[in-house]
């Protein structure tokens, strides 16, 4: 079984950077694609940035160019770099990861990722 674990967060700013960090364990073999979803409040859980393990990466259009996303050598590894931050990036802040053999689309269909984190909090102040 898949599991992730996340990391970072906490309460910046506006402007500042922050960052989040996901480990994936549990894979029989290679990772699938991870992804950063989030929950911001009264809103539905939306897909944030999405990253494959051939490097290819994807983001919403509210992120872009202030969001980037990468992973180690191990693949297990995703960092979420998150700057310029703005109050309505409050959100919970959750890790997914999709089955190994899916490939990542451009845009994601977010529905491929299957298996969660328990999410992690950043909260951006005016």
């Known amino acids: 079984q898949v599991q992730l674990m996340e990391s970072g967060g906490g309460s910046v700013q506006a402007g500042e950077s922050l960052t989040v960090v996901c480990r994936a364990s549990?894979?029989?073999?290679?990772?699938?694609?991870i992804a950063w979803f989030r929950q911001r409040p009264g809103k539905q859980r939306e897909g944030v940035a999405a990253i494959d393990t051939d490097g290819s990466t994807s983001f919403v259009q509210s992120v872009r160019g202030r969001f980037t996303i990468s992973h180690d050598a191990t693949k297990y590894t995703v960092t979420l770099v998150m700057n310029n931050l703005k109050p309505e990036d409050t959100a919970m802040y959750y890790c997914?990861?999709?089955?190994?053999?899916?490939?990542?689309?451009?845009?994601?269909?977010?529905?491929?990722?299957?298996?969660w984190g328990q999410g992690i909090l950043v909260t951006v102040s005016a």
């Open positions: 549990g894979y029989s073999g290679s990772p699938g694609p």
């Open positions: 997914a990861a999709a089955p190994s053999w899916i490939i990542l689309r451009h845009p994601p269909d977010w529905n491929t990722f299957k298996f």
